[in-house]
């Protein structure tokens, strides 16, 4: 199913500021990894002017509904995140939960800020960076970072590609 992200935009009208940052809230925390991200965002860029959006406030929104979405994501993962991992899963087992904890000992801020710019990634990996109890002020550190970079970078190329002509 494709998605015509310009007609979506359009039809929300006054409230498009809120619809995409519900939906960057959603696919960056709550596990819906299926809406378009990354194509949001550039498209909202590359259309701000004819959606009547500002583009610093587009970004805030953008940033702020990221690292909000990731936020919670990270405290699922802490109330929630050992319960998903069992002995007689085929996917989640206490082995893999130990190879995250070795990831993230090894590249775990990194891995937060390129995370954003893989889909599915970016919605898992707050959880199990709050399963494994990677520290909160390091992931709460990481995370702006990356939605700053994220929301940033894709906005920014979407309205370049809106001023050629």
Known sequence: M???LPAVLHGW??????????MVFVESGLLLPLLPGDSLLFTAGMLHMAL???VWVLTAVIV???????????????R???????????????ARLHQAESFFTRYGGRSIV???????????LPLVAGAVEYPRRRFVAWNVLGALLWG???????????HVP
């Open 80 to 94: 929630f995140g050992h319960r998903l991992f069992k002995a007689d899963a085929r996917v989640l087992t206490p």
């Open 64 to 78: 702020g509904a990221a690292a909000l979405g990731s936020a919670v994501g990270y405290v699922l993962g802490v």
């Open 52 to 54: 009547g959006v500002d």
């Open 152 to 162: 940033g970078v894709l906005v920014a190329a979407g309205v370049w590609l809106g």
């Open 114 to 124: 390129l995370a954003r710019f893989v889909p599915v990634v970016r919605t898992f």
């Open 2 to 4: 494709l998605i015509d």
């Open 13 to 22: 009208g006054p409230w498009v500021l809120l619809g995409i940052g519900l």
